[in-house]
């Protein structure tokens, strides 16, 4: 099982949509995911519609018990299951910081359904908090969107960097810091966000020590990733192709799950029906 949490201290930059549409992604290659809202704002907790009723519990069980026990919900998608946020307050940051556990908690209840997914992908919210932290120290590797704007990329270097050196302090705790792939998200054909890309990449190398490097495969700013949200559909089945050099939506997920190094050796469900 790989847990991958999509990470960014910045609002706004399409990280509920790179989290859905991976999830997505994998689910129809023939893998088993499962995908948890850890957003005060539940976007991704209604991003797919339910097959059937939604479990009992969701993301305050999941953190406050140590446990994924009657918190998954099967969404429409085959082979893709949620647990949603239930949080509207932020109570849960709040019960973080006065637990001395806390940020281990969604670790925990990972590892004992680690042999019933294949991945696991963690949406968070846009600001920097225990509940953020918890999402990051259960992860193997950190997703952070960046779109090429210079306060996203500003913020990027600030924000993300700072966030891992402070939680690279929890090493006697046992946490090892995962390494961090930024994806350039709503990449358009501009000069400016050209130039602020390679901006954005020189700002990365300039950090080796902490492992970050920029994924090659930039997601394009088209209007298939809305129209796919309000579908309630993974944007790679809408969008297979397209002319000119823009990348199709099926293309830029075959590319980014490259880049991400995940390998899927699982069938798609097509090959398996």
């Given at each position: 099982?790989?847990?991958?949490?999509?990470?960014?201290?910045?609002?706004?930059?399409?990280?509920?949509?790179?989290?859905?549409?991976?999830?997505?992604?994998?689910?129809?290659?023939?893998?088993?995911?499962?995908?948890?809202?850890?957003?005060?704002?539940?976007?991704?907790?209604?991003?797919?519609?339910?097959?059937?009723?939604?479990?009992?519990?969701?993301?305050?069980?999941?953190?406050?018990s140590a446990s994924t026990e009657e918190a998954?919900?099967?969404?429409?998608?085959?082979?893709?299951?949620?647990?949603?946020?239930?949080?509207?307050?932020?109570?849960?940051?709040?019960?973080?910081?006065?637990?001395?556990?806390?940020?281990?908690?969604?670790?925990?209840?990972?590892?004992?359904?680690?042999?019933?997914?294949?991945?696991?992908?963690?949406?968070?919210?846009?600001?920097?908090?225990?509940?953020?932290?918890?999402?990051?120290?259960?992860?193997?590797l950190l997703v952070s969107p960046i779109t090429?704007?210079?306060?996203?990329?500003?913020?990027?270097?600030?924000?993300?960097?700072?966030?891992?050196?402070?939680?690279?302090?929890?090493?006697?705790l046992g946490f090892e810091r995962p390494p961090?792939?930024?994806?350039?998200?709503?990449?358009?054909?501009?000069?400016?966000?050209?130039?602020?890309?390679?901006?954005?990449?020189?700002?990365?190398?300039?950090?080796?020590?902490?492992?970050?490097?920029?994924?090659?495969?930039?997601?394009?700013?088209?209007?298939?990733?809305?129209?796919?949200?309000?579908?309630?559909?993974?944007?790679?089945?809408?969008?297979?192709?397209?002319?000119?050099?823009?990348?199709?939506?099926?293309?830029?997920?075959?590319?980014?799950?490259?880049?991400?190094?995940?390998?899927?050796?699982?069938?798609?469900?097509?090959?398996?029906?």
């Amino acid at each position: 099982m790989t847990t991958i949490t999509v990470c960014a201290t910045k609002g706004g930059v399409g990280k509920t949509t790179v989290t859905a549409n991976l999830g997505g992604y994998l689910a129809d290659h023939g893998a088993k995911v499962l995908i948890i809202d850890a957003d005060v704002q539940p976007t991704l907790s209604s991003y797919y519609g339910l097959n059937g009723p939604p479990a009992s519990h969701g993301l305050t069980h999941l953190i406050q018990s140590a446990s994924t026990e009657e918190a998954i919900s099967h969404t429409g998608i085959s082979g893709l299951d949620l647990i949603y946020s239930d949080d509207p307050e932020g109570e849960l940051q709040h019960w973080i910081a006065r637990t001395p556990d806390g940020r281990f908690r969604i670790r925990r209840a990972l590892e004992s359904i680690q042999n019933d997914y294949d991945f696991i992908l963690i949406d968070t919210q846009g600001a920097v908090g225990g509940l953020q932290d918890a999402a990051i120290i259960a992860a193997d590797l950190l997703v952070s969107p960046i779109t090429p704007e210079m306060l996203s990329a500003r913020e990027f270097l600030r924000g993300t960097v700072q966030m891992l050196e402070r939680l690279g302090d929890l090493q006697y705790l046992g946490f090892e810091r995962p390494p961090l792939i930024g994806v350039l998200n709503r990449m358009d054909k501009t000069r400016d966000a050209k130039d602020i890309a390679s901006q954005i990449r020189e700002l990365a190398a300039a950090h080796p020590e902490l492992e970050i490097r920029i994924a090659e495969t930039a997601i394009p700013a088209t209007v298939a990733y809305r129209k796919a949200a309000s579908i309630q559909m993974p944007v790679h089945r809408i969008e297979t192709s397209r002319s000119g050099p823009t990348l199709s939506a099926l293309e830029t997920m075959q590319r980014l799950i490259k880049n991400l190094g995940i390998e899927i050796t699982l069938p798609t469900r097509e090959d398996k029906a």
